[in-house]
């Protein structure tokens, strides 16, 4: 949300006191709300320390999902070229604005963006314009940036781009909510019967990271659940082998007992 006034200074000047000691939650989430066009920096940090960050560039859903929050608003700076190769980030409404400049910078450092548009033609031209125009950093890998579409306005459709983005065993490093619309000149309700600007900015994004979210935990303990298997069988096959040695030094032991008891008897 945006603030004004002594309320205003007041968060940001307890940003500023405690942005060299922020630590990531125990859940390992980053959410962080986005005021200006400059807090990307602190996500390229987060996004190598949690397993999901989440930039909200309109609306405030972070008491809603209950995760670590973020919140700041101060000039531009030069963002750190932090490489982010391998990091996978999704960025709604990229196809322009905030979105696009916000992909580029992603892009620059290396990352496999995902344009979650509305609009495939402009989605894929966006794409297209990105990976021929990006100049990876110093130190970063080469881009990647495709579109999927999704349209905020349809509850189906967000529910649609999630399966299909969890049906691609992705990870997602972070999610940049840019995607929404602005003071709309007339009150008009999408198709699930909701005041479009709500779902628009707000209910389809906190749907979308519910959805994603839930996938990334439950891979996550697929993959603890697995190396657990995994180790729990190199344990029984390191127990078999050993037993199976002191098996063959009796048996060795044996037959050395044998040879010896013969050669007494010849003596």
């Avoid at 905030?98 to 290396?110: H, K, P, S, V, Y």
């Avoid at 990976?131 to 349209?151: K, L, N, S, W, Y």
């Avoid at 999408?190 to 439950?218: C, I, K, P, Y």
Wanted: hydrophobic share 35%; net charge positive.
């Amino acid at each position: 949300m945006f603030t004004s006034g002594a309320k205003h200074s007041a968060r940001l000047q307890v940003y500023r006191n405690k942005h060299q000691s922020i630590k990531s939650p125990k859940r390992g989430i980053c959410f962080a709300t986005m005021t200006g066009p400059s807090l990307l920096d602190i996500a390229i940090k987060n996004v190598h320390t949690t397993s999901l960050g989440v930039l909200e560039t309109c609306g405030n859903m972070a008491q809603n999902l209950g995760v670590h929050r973020l919140s700041l608003s101060r000039p531009p700076t030069a963002l750190e070229a932090i490489p982010l190769d391998g990091k996978v980030c999704v960025v709604t409404g990229g196809n322009a604005g905030i979105g696009l400049a916000t992909a580029e910078a992603l892009a620059n450092r290396g990352a496999h963006v995902v344009l979650a548009c509305r609009s495939k033609a402009r989605g894929m031209a966006a794409a297209q314009a990105l990976e021929q125009r990006c100049a990876p950093m110093p130190g970063c890998g080469t881009p990647r940036v495709e579109f999927m579409e999704v349209d905020l306005a349809s509850l189906t459709s967000v529910r649609s781009f999630c399966k299909a983005f969890n049906a691609r065993n992705l990870p997602l490093h972070l999610l940049v909510a840019n995607g929404g619309v602005m003071s709309p000149a007339t009150r008009s309700q999408t198709e699930d019967g909701l005041e479009t600007q709500f779902q628009v900015n707000f209910l389809s994004h906190w749907l979308m990271v519910h959805l994603l979210l839930a996938e990334q935990r439950e891979r996550r303990s697929r993959q603890w659940r697995k190396s657990q298997q995994q180790q729990q069988q190199q344990k029984q096959e390191q127990l078999r082998q050993e037993a199976e040695n002191r098996q063959i030094e009796q048996q060795q032991e044996q037959a050395q007992q044998q040879q010896q008891q013969q050669e007494l008897r010849r003596q």
